[in-house]
Nanobody, 126 residues
Framework: QVQLVESGGGLVQAGGSLRLSCAASGRTFSLYAMGWFRQAPGKEREFVAA????????NYADSVKGRFTISRDNAKNTMYLQMNSLKPEDTAVYYC???????????????????WGQGTLVTVSS
């Protein structure tokens, strides 16, 4: 079955950087768009970034544009989220997700993603 495993979360000071990874297994990784979402305490899950199967097209939430970069290495079955200039409001559990239709777009809608990881906690201190 499809498994997504996030790693790379942790505690960082405001202005710092972290790189999250999402390792996928169970099917042909290179066929499917992937996304990152996050959920802060007491808030709804929200879209962060998404990337097409080829990695050519990306999509970002306005709140992270210019600070976060999504990428993927299809040879390693891994997606990444490079997070720079982190702010306390970036504190959340970050989830990676995979769509279930080959070559679909980098959707911002969490309902269009079928498979989810367990999440990794990012805490940004002020």
């Amino acid at each position: 079955q499809v498994q997504l495993v996030e790693s790379g979360g942790g505690l960082v000071q405001a202005g710092g950087s972290l790189r999250l990874s999402c390792a996928a297994s169970g099917r042909t990784f290179s066929l499917y768009a992937m996304g990152w979402f996050r959920q802060a305490p007491g808030k709804e899950r929200e879209f962060v970034a998404a990337i097409t199967a080829s990695g050519v097209t990306n999509n970002y939430a306005d709140s992270v544009k210019g600070r976060f970069t999504i990428s993927r290495d299809n040879a390693k079955n891994t997606m990444y989220l490079q997070m720079n200039s982190l702010k306390p409001e970036d504190t959340a559990v970050y989830y990676c997700a995979s769509r279930n239709t080959p070559f679909s777009g980098p959707s911002v809608d969490s309902k269009t993603y079928t498979f989810w990881g367990q999440g990794t906690l990012v805490t940004v201190s002020s």
